[in-house]
């Protein structure tokens, strides 16, 4: 029996974020929680690909159109460990990159995601509360084309067409006090957990099951 959970068909080594080095698992907090706005406790990804570097990243697809590059750029405010590779992508990143390909596709040009705006680890210095950017389900979208979204009619324009091919998309108001939208459109799925088919998991626990915890 194979102790590999890569997936025949899709290159990056899958990883339980529960078994990485220490120095990982304290800055992905895999399985953990985070508390969102209104203090709702917010169950972290505990399953993560595995990135060795940005030729391996550019090389990636995780949709047709979308890279597995365009969702890692992050600068100094990135916890230290996850600046230099391997770094790590939760699985539900593939879900996003699915989404936004439907954007893509109405829109007919390129989709850009801005530094920061792909996925973020809960020890970013940009985290507030639970930030759908932890969960790899979130992108600040900068450029559409050659259109900048940068203006309150080019932002609701584009967020009315992300709410039309992605129905249960949630985009973020013009002018959010907490993160003022006003140069970007933020989209994000909420907090999607995937569990590749793959994951290790842990042994069924007929006891643990039974019992509240
Ligand atoms: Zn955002």
Same mark, same amino acid.
């Not at 890569?6 to 080594?13: C, D, G, I, S």
């Not at 972290?44 to 365009?70: C, D, M, Q």
């Not at 954007?103 to 995601?113: D, K, M, Q, S």
């Given at each position: ?12 080594? *899958?990883?339980?974020? #529960? ?9 992905? %907090? ?9 203090? #709702? !406790? =917010?169950? %972290?990804? #505990? ?27 992050? &600068?100094? =405010? ?10 790590? @992508? ?22 850009? @995601? ?26 600040? @979208? ?7 979204? &940068? ?9 009315? *067409?992300?709410? &039309? ?17 006003? &140069?970007?459109?933020?989209?994000? *799925? ?8 793959? !994951? ?5 626990? *007929? ?5 509240? %915890?």
């Amino acid at each position: 029996m194979s102790t590999s959970y890569t997936n025949a068909t899709f290159p990056l080594r *899958l990883v339980d974020g #529960r078994r990485l080095e220490r120095r990982y698992r304290d800055v992905l %907090l895999p399985g953990g929680t985070l508390c969102d706005h209104a203090g #709702r !406790a =917010r169950v %972290l990804p #505990r399953y993560f690909y595995e990135v060795t570097s940005w030729e391996e990243a550019r090389a990636t697809n995780l949709s047709r159109h979308f890279t597995v590059s365009e969702f890692i750029h992050t &600068d100094v =405010r990135e916890a230290p460990p996850l600046r230099v590779f391997p770094r790590y @992508i939760p699985c539900a990143t593939v879900l996003l990159a699915f989404a936004l390909e439907q954007l893509r596709e109405a829109v007919g040009t390129y989709v850009f @995601i801005g530094a920061n705006g792909g996925y973020c680890s809960p020890r970013h210095k940009g985290t507030g509360a639970a930030s759908p950017h932890c969960w790899g389900t979130a992108a600040n @979208i900068y450029r559409i084309g050659d259109t900048y979204l &940068d203006t309150p009619d080019t932002i609701r324009r584009f967020a009315a *067409l992300a709410h &039309d091919v992605i129905p249960t998309v949630w985009t973020r108001p013009l002018g959010d006090q907490r993160a003022l939208t006003d &140069d970007h459109l933020h989209v994000d *799925l909420g907090y999607v957990v995937s569990v590749p088919r793959e !994951a290790p998991g842990e042994s069924y626990n *007929l006891k643990l099951a039974g019992e509240p %915890l």
